[in-house]
Each structure stands twice: as structure tokens, then as C-alpha cells.
């Protein structure tokens, strides 16, 4: 099927004076940026129609390079690299994590079986070596030996090849968060005992483990302090009430502590208030806590309703806002000299994000990049003389840069992109700011096909993106699931179908109360407004045709596409459903096992009444439905139930499957064939419907 609809695609694309799939989902995708303690190096990993590698670039030229030379696209991930003290080697871990039966993800049903292992690479190019079988490796400072995790537990293996890997510490729980002292003697982590967590440290001298200052808390992202003497560590209050896929708007506060190493002992360093910010929301970083020069913690808060950088210092007071203003603070890291925290947000450009830098006393932020770009993911080379970050734009994608000193960016490995990527046929997306059914002002990008004539009526689509905390973007996207999706509606755009991606309540990018929307999801899916505000502005454009209206995504996406393909026959005319949820009461099971509908009918009921299966009833549009059976994210079974519904209703229904696959399909040629099928289904249905 897949060749068959390649070939297709190619054909349509000679036919049309368009790019194919093929192209515009060729070029590499970065990710995983990390600056080495040592020699100005940067490492990532670049993902090249789904053969991953290790690249590294550094001084004076910064020429990227691989250092591994996997070839296949076999669906084994590259994650969690770490630079060894002297910056020569990197230890990473290689493969996807278990599932609740223990498998491995395995999307190309090997025989022999996969593995997630923690491996070691020399940046001279030399064969990588298997450290031992585990994930989320850490390497000690003193440079001999690699912390990791296997099956919750602790262990250990010397990055030399004369001793083989051993379990450190027999513990009950489950371990996470590996973070050595300064010196590398001992070994902080959380220790998770479902209901609430503890910090532990272990000391490899004496062979001893303490748990610091335990209550019956979640406690979590422990940070050193630079003498080695303290543990600074977030405290979030107990609560055995399931609160998923709904507003949360405020909780019992939680608090930053700090506890001694030597006796245990904590005391309260500080309290979020009541109300705004009383919930954790988190930034994308490896710690929420940054123990920052001048004896100060960085952290983020949402106290005004925008999730911000505050400081406080360690002896307690009130915490200083860095980051003011109407946005929001999403990637995160400090500089090596502790005295300045890199941060990506949407300041002043609310669809896109760049980089800044702010001092942890608190002067104003200064911009690090402007312009029409998006910029994320930023970390500075050891010497702070450079910043390196990923970037891309309307029509170039994702990419690793650098900046030194006060030099312009450029690319680090620009000959990475495939000769034939078509940029220059691609079009810009516009931004679009439309009502909701409710009247809430949604914002979306609108993609128009490159050549319209005036007067002609053109099919649409509406692209909702998953989460729902996510929020797309005016260009490329800095995550790898809706970099796709980006070069999808682009692909889709470019025959002549008008995308409108809709930045749907409770995404993030617009603030506290718009992500945490009321009645939003399982709590009465109030961003069905959404669905039909998209829906119906997009039938009030002269340039569109209102009979041939159709929706897609992924995920939520793919929930929301099924909630409009439900509810709103009579104006979506097609959808393609993308491993979506379609019974919330099964969903919520998926990420907490005890979930029982019966012991609140009330809530259960509700929940169902905010799904998909409500309202197959008066289901008429044609669907296509994709989905890998090795999801770990949205039960299979949601689709299984969906297809037996909508086949005793009537409703046309395609199906596309991958055996062994999980939610965010592993394998470039995964994402080829369901898109393949998807567009073959939108011009079955909507581009040759007139």
C-alpha cells in the first residue's frame, strides 16, 4: 500500500507542479542540544528520514560532523546525551523505554528483539560501546564512572572497559533523577512511591543512603549546591484526587526546600500564594531549580497567570520576578558562570519564539535573536563566549546554530540539507485570529496554496495539534511530532487545499487561564467551540468551498477531529483521525490504572459526555482512521471500539494500522505511508468532490 500511494503522490506532484512528501519530509531533524564541560563543544542528535546520529561541532570552525554511524531507520531513539568531564566522549542512551507488559518498543517487529541501552561514544569516531542495558545515564564528575536507571533501580558501570555494569542501590520505589554532588562523591535522586516521593542521596564512600526531610509530599528535581553541603529540591502537596485532561487552575501551593546532606534536616525556603501559580507548571529543562550565582535559586512561576523566571535567595525572602510581561518562558538553561539563565519565549512575537538572556539579579532581559525566525533550546559553550540553539522559519526547518559573541548565527551543519528540499515553493503562513462558537478569540495559522485565481472556491482542511498543551506555530516546529504536521499542511497547501492550524483553548503560548480553559476536555470539551469557530470561519472565506471542509490530527488532534466529525456532520465533510481518543473514561485509565468510573458516576459521566462515542449517532462523514498498535499514549482499543461503532452506524471508514508502532510513530517511512493516506483520502473526498 505504501509504494502504491508513493508512486501516487509522485504523480499528483508532476501533475500539480508540487513538491512530494517525500521532499518536504526530508530534511533532518535536530534535537537534544548539549554544550560539553570542556574545548567549547556541542553535541545533538540529527534525525535524517529516520536514521538518528550524534553530531558534534566544535571551536574554531564549529563544522558539524557525526560521530556514530547508525544507518537504518529502524525506529531506535537516541536520547539523553552526556558529555563526559574532558569533553571527548559522550554517553547516551539508545532506544525506547518499556511499556507496563515490559516490551520495548520494537516498530519494525525485529525478530531477534530491541533493547534500550546506555552507550558511550568517543568524539575521535571510535565504535560505540554498550555500557549496560538502562536509560537515563549520568556521568560522575570525576569522570569514571556513568550513573544510570534499569527497570526503577540504580546502577553503575566504570566508562572504561574493565568492569561491567552492577546495581548500586537496592531500593524500594522507583528511582529518577540521577544528580551526583560536585565532587562525585555521592549521588542524589527521587525516589517515587506512587502516592508521594522522596529525595535520596547516596554516598559511595560509606556505602550509605539517606533520605532528606521526608513527609508524605511529592518531593522532586533535586539541585547541589556548589559546596556539595545542601540539596535544594520542589515540594508539591499530597493529593490522592485523579485530576486529569481538565482545568486546574489552583491546588494547595507548593514550596522550594532545602535539606543538609549530613543530617537530612530541611527547612522551607519558600511558598507559592494562593491561587495564580498555586499549581507547578513546568519549563523545558534538565532541572526546575537552578542553583544560580550569589547563593540564588531560579525557578518558574505562574503568579500572574504567565509562567515566568523568578529568583529567591537561599536563606528565603520574596521571590523577584526576571521576566515580565504578557508571555510565556518555555526552554531553559544558566550560563556556566551561574550569573545569567537563557531562556526561549514568545515576547513581543506571540507565534513564534526566540532566545534571551537575563541576569539572576534581575536587570531586563535582553533579546540573544530577533526577527521572523523561531529559536529554542538554548546553551552556552562552556567559556560562555558562544550560544548555540536550534532555529528555523517559515521555509527552512529545524537546524542546529550558533552565535559567538556578538556575531550573527549561522548554521552548524548546513550540508546536512538534501539538495532538492523546496523552500522557495513553500508558502508562509499567515496568522489569523478567529472566534470561537463562545466568542473566544482563537489564533491559528493560516496556510493559502501558492496559486489561487480570483473568485475560485478551494477544499480546506482544519489541523489540530495534540497535548493539548502544545501550540503551533508561523513556522517549523521545535518538536519532531509537529515538525511533520508542519510539512504536511505545507504539502497539503501546496495542492491546493487552504490549512487553517488552530491553536485550540487549553494549548499553551496565551497564558494560564486560556491553557487551563474552563469546562475544557474531560470536564465538558469546551474547545468544541474551537472545532466549530474554525470550522465556520474558514466556510465564511470567498475562497472556500463550504461543502468540501475537512479536519485532521493526531492525538487530542485526532480527538478533536473526531469530536467534529461526531457532532458536525453538516460541516466538516471528511476527517483523518490520527491514533485520537475517542472515550475519556478509557483515556484517563491509560495514565492512571486505578482510575475507577464508578466510584464518581457523576465525573464519569461527564466524561463521557465530552468524548466522540457520545455522539456517534450522528456521525455521517467519511473517516480515516491511523493508529499503531504499540501506542502507549491513547489505548489501541479506542480505535478498535470507535470502528465497531461507526460500522454498525453506517459511516465510511478507512483504517490504517502498524503493527508494533507507538504513538508518535518511531519510523520515518511510518509517518511517509500515514501521510500518504491521509492525502490520498483528503482527494478522494474533498480536492476531487466539486
Not at 513527609?215 to 556548589?226: A, L, M, T
Not at 559553550?381 to 552565535?403: H, M, Q, Y
Not at 486560556?514 to 474531560?522: P, T
Request: charged share 20%; with cysteine; glycine share 10%.
Amino acid at each position: 500500500m505504501c509504494k502504491r500511494l508513493t508512486v501516487l503522490s509522485l504523480v499528483l506532484a508532476t501533475v500539480c507542479g508540487a513538491f512530494s512528501l517525500e521532499q518536504i519530509l526530508s530534511s533532518p531533524f535536530p534535537s537534544s542540544l548539549v554544550a560539553a564541560p570542556a574545548a567549547g563543544k556541542i553535541a545533538w542528535v540529527q534525525n535524517a528520514r529516520g536514521v538518528r546520529n550524534i553530531w558534534v561541532a566544535e571551536p574554531p570552525d564549529y563544522k558539524g560532523r557525526p560521530v556514530t554511524v547508525y544507518k537504518a531507520d529502524d525506529g531506535q531513539e537516541l536520547l539523553e546525551l552526556r558529555w563526559t568531564p574532558d569533553g571527548r566522549a559522550i554517553v547516551y542512551t539508545r532506544g525506547g523505554a518499556p511499556n507496563r507488559q515490559g516490551e520495548y518498543p520494537n516498530p519494525r517487529s525485529d525478530p531477534a528483539g530491541v533493547a534500550q541501552a546506555v552507550w558511550v561514544v568517543t568524539v575521535s569516531g571510535d565504535e560505540p560501546r554498550q555500557l549496560g542495558e538502562g536509560t537515563s545515564p549520568a556521568v560522575s564528575p570525576k569522570g569514571d564512572r556513568v550513573a544510570f536507571l534499569r527497570k526503577g533501580q540504580i546502577w553503575s558501570a566504570p566508562l572504561d572497559a574493565n568492569g561491567k555494569a552492577s546495581q548500586l542501590i537496592h531500593a524500594r520505589g522507583d528511582c529518577g533523577a540521577l544528580r551526583w554532588s560536585p565532587d562525585g562523591s555521592k549521588l542524589a535522586f527521587v525516589s517515587n512511591r506512587r502516592d508521594h516521593s522522596f529525595i535520596g542521596v547516596y554516598d559511595l564512600a560509606s556505602k550509605s543512603l539517606r533520605y532528606l526531610d521526608p513527609s508524605v509530599d511529592r518531593d522532586s528535581n533535586p539541585v547541589w549546591s556548589p559546596d556539595g553541603q545542601s540539596i535544594a529540591f520542589l515540594r508539591v502537596v499530597a493529593s490522592r484526587q485523579i485530576f486529569l485532561f481538565g482545568p486546574k487552575r489552583s491546588a494547595e501551593p507548593w514550596s522550594i526546600r532545602i535539606a543538609g546532606v549530613g543530617d537530612g534536616r530541611g527547612r522551607q525556603v519558600w511558598r507559592a500564594e494562593e491561587g495564580k501559580g498555586s499549581v507547578l507548571w513546568p519549563v523545558v529543562t534538565e532541572n526546575q531549580l537552578l542553583w544560580a550565582a550569589g547563593d540564588c535559586l531560579v525557578f518558574p512561576w505562574e503568579r500572574d497567570g504567565w509562567n515566568h523566571l523568578y529568583s529567591i535567595s537561599t536563606q528565603g525572602g520574596k521571590a523577584a520576578l526576571l521576566t515580565p510581561g504578557e508571555f510565556e518562558v518555555e526552554h531553559v538553561s544558566l550560563m556556566p558562570d551561574g550569573k545569567q539563565v537563557l531562556f526561549s519565549s514568545n515576547q513581543g512575537d506571540i507565534d513564534r519564539r526566540h532566545i534571551w538572556k537575563v541576569a539572576v539579579t534581575g536587570e531586563p532581559p535582553a533579546a540573544v535573536t530577533t526577527g521572523s525566525g523561531i529559536e529554542w533550546g538554548p546553551v552556552a559553550t562552556n567559556d560562555g563566549k558562544a550560544v548555540a540553539f536550534l532555529r528555523s522559519d517559515a521555509r527552512r526547518p529545524a537546524r542546529a546554530a550558533i552565535a559567538i559573541g556578538s556575531g550573527s548565527p549561522r548554521d552548524l551543519a548546513p550540508d546536512s540539507m538534501p539538495a532538492d528540499f523546496p523552500s522557495s515553493e513553500m508558502v508562509e503562513p499567515q496568522q489569523v485570529i478567529f472566534s470561537g462558537a463562545d466568542g473566544m478569540r482563537i489564533h491559528g495559522q493560516l496556510f493559502l496554496p501558492p496559486k489561487m485565481a480570483p473568485g475560485e472556491r478551494h477544499p480546506a482542511v482544519v489541523f489540530f495539534h495534540g497535548g493539548s498543551r502544545r501550540q503551533m506555530l508561523l513556522g517549523w516546529h521545535y518538536r519532531d511530532y509537529y515538525h511533520n504536521a508542519y510539512g504536511m499542511n505545507q504539502y497539503l497547501a501546496s495542492r491546493g487545499t487552504i490549512v487553517l492550524a488552530a491553536n485550540y483553548r487549553s494549548g499553551t503560548g496565551y497564558g494560564m487561564e486560556f491553557r487551563e480553559a474552563l469546562n475544557y476536555g474531560a470536564r465538558g470539551a469546551s474547545e468544541f467551540n474551537d472545532v466549530l469557530g474554525a470550522g465556520l470561519y474558514l466556510r465564511s472565506r470567498p475562497d472556500v468551498d463550504p461543502q468540501r471542509i475537512g479536519l485532521w490530527g493526531g492525538s487530542y488532534g485526532g480527538y478533536r477531529t473526531a469530536m467534529g466529525l461526531a457532532k458536525a456532520s453538516d460541516l466538516f465533510a471528511a476527517g483523518v483521525d490520527l491514533h485520537g481518543v475517542h472515550d475519556w473514561n478509557e483515556g484517563i485509565r491509560n495514565f492512571v490504572p486505578s482510575y475507577d468510573p464508578e466510584a464518581d458516576r457523576d465525573a464519569a459521566r461527564l466524561a463521557f459526555e465530552s468524548s466522540p462515542m457520545a455522539y456517534v449517532k450522528t456521525w455521517r462523514s467519511p473517516v480515516l482512521l491511523i493508529h499503531g498498535d504499540d501506542d502507549r499514549n491513547v489505548n489501541f482499543n479506542q480505535s478498535v471500539e470507535l470502528a465497531e461503532r461507526l460500522r454498525k452506524q453506517g459511516v465510511p471508514l478507512e483504517q490504517l494500522v502498524f503493527p508494533d508502532e507507538i504513538h508518535g510513530f518511531l519510523t520515518h517511512s511510518r509517518w511517509l505511508e500515514a501521510y500518504h493516506a491521509a492525502a490520498d483520502f483528503f482527494n478522494r473526498y474533498l480536492e476531487s468532490k466539486k
